[in-house]
């Protein structure tokens, strides 16, 4: 929920000139030729099992019982329930996709491919000028070695970020950032296939897409599943423009219909990624009672922070009360998880009333400040992006459905207002209307042409 590259880059500069905590520890290792900052030691939870705060330890008990805590977030894996996590089953270096993903693209290289891919891919609908599909051609042409390895890896029979939680916010998201380039590769050769109606051919390259998305979808933790939703929306202005394209009849519809049915299917429990995120929370506090806390505020809280009249002051006591915050933190997390379980309409009313309760908290004494502005700054963003991403797709899901001809699915309410989705089918056309909040909805148009 923060800034978390940039998060990441003060953290390890932070910890090269003061060390780590009081104790001043190394904490340097190497990973390949790079040395890199270890904040494994944390995991463990030091500072907060030495806390004498009951309810803080009865806090700690249950997400034990979990199996939830970073250290068992590494041997554990959330289940649908995700009340108790079950043994993480071990995947080999050859089964796991992610053994080739982790090195697509070496670090010189991935930030050249995602600013080029940035700077490329449109913002809006899925269209290029003459000018853009000159650059297009040219990056597919350049990164066509990598896209073939993409696939190689996307064909494995399963995917394991083997996200690091025993880091924090120091986990490496290399991974993260490969897949989501080769996610947009896939989609940009589509825009090819378009150009020259091969719209049979353009099924593959969206199918690894989606296939891709779910892997990162899938993963316990806040980054990956943002970055998935991001990359689903992304996927489905091509499932729109494929759609929409002047050649597409019912079996194309059909054959988007069950790509996007395949997702629905396989979506995983918003509490997932939030259990992951928790576990993230508790690392920080650890890192915060070790003398880290400016390293975990982003860019504008530390401004803020260091102009305050009274910063000194407000530093000794966010480390007196550092409990109380931990456990206000823990409190409220508790209570976003449980509210995973329900539809995000009736959460979403249920979670709006944290942020005045948070407002008020202001003028305290025990005023949660770590909590407050550095980990649930934008919890309600981040669940609301969940629903909107699982509303886009239900939508689409039955929009092909009556393109194509099939028996609609049975998504009656839409997940993220609560009323039912508007539903048109006509000779020439189907529309599904009412998926996003009144400001931002616009009807999902697909026409209809029999075939030929």
């Known amino acids: 929920m923060r800034l978390r590259l940039a998060t990441q880059w003060i953290l390890l500069a932070t910890a090269a000139l003061i060390g780590v ?33 009951a309810e803080l330890q009865a806090e700690l008990a249950r997400i034990v019982d979990e199996r939830a805590t970073p250290t068992m977030l590494m041997e554990y894996r959330a289940t649908n329930s995700g009340h108790r996590s079950v043994p993480r089953p071990r995947l080999s270096d050859e089964e796991n996709a992610a053994t080739e993903l982790a090195r697509l693209f070496d670090s010189i290289e991935r930030k050249a491919v995602r600013s080029r891919l940035d700077r490329t891919y449109p913002p809006g609908q899925f269209t290029f000028d003459a000018d853009s599909k000159v650059i297009l051609r040219e990056m597919l042409k350049q990164y066509s ?55 049979e051919a353009a099924i593959k390259p969206l199918e690894f897409a989606f296939r891709a998305i779910g892997f990162l979808a899938n993963e316990p933790h806040l980054i990956p599943r943002q970055e998935g939703a991001r990359a689903r929306g992304e996927a489905l202005q091509v499932v729109q423009a494929m759609a929409q ?22 979506w995983p429990p918003d509490r997932r990624a939030w259990i992951g995120e928790r576990a993230e929370g508790l690392h920080t506090y650890e890192l915060v009672r070790n003398g880290h806390l400016l390293s975990i505020l982003d860019e504008v809280e ?14 000794s006591r ?26 995000y309409y009736e959460r979403s009313t249920r979670l709006a009333t944290l942020r005045p309760k948070i407002e008020k908290m202001s003028d305290e004494s025990k005023y949660p400040f770590v909590a407050i502005h550095a980990l649930l ?37 839409n997940p993220l207002t609560g009323t039912p989705y508007r539903l048109l089918q006509q000779k020439d056309r189907a529309v599904v209307a009412d998926t996003l909040p009144a400001a931002e909805d616009k009807p999902i148009i697909v026409p209809i042409r029999n075939e030929e």
Request: negative net charge.
């Open 21 to 53: 905590g009081a104790a001043g520890c190394d904490v340097t290792r190497k990973r390949g030729d790079a040395a890199v900052v270890d904040f494994s030691q944390f995991a463990e939870l030091p500072g907060l099992r030495a806390s004498h705060n």
């Open 145 to 199: 070695p990598q896209l073939a390895k993409f696939r190689e890896a996307i064909a494995r029979p399963a995917c394991d970020l083997n996200w690091q939680h025993t880091q924090g916010v120091n986990a490496n998201i290399a991974c993260v950032d490969n897949i989501r380039a080769g996610i947009r590769l896939e989609l940009l050769t589509i825009a090819e296939l378009l150009d020259e109606n091969k719209l």
């Open 245 to 266: 394209h002047p050649a597409a009849r019912k079996s194309l519809h059909a054959q988007l219909y069950g790509l996007i049915s395949q997702q629905l299917a396989a």
């Open 302 to 315: 530390l401004v803020k922070l260091r102009e305050s009249k009274d910063f000194k002051a407000t530093i």
């Open 318 to 343: 966010i480390r007196e009360t550092i409990d109380d915050d931990e456990l206000f933190y823990l409190i409220t997390m508790r209570h976003i998880i449980d509210e995973c379980d329900r539809p």
């Open 377 to 413: 700054k934008e919890f309600e963003k981040q669940q609301q992006l969940q629903a909107k991403d699982r509303a886009l797709c239900e939508a689409w899901a039955l929009v092909l459905a009556m393109a194509s001809s099939q028996p609609l699915p049975n998504l009656p309410v």
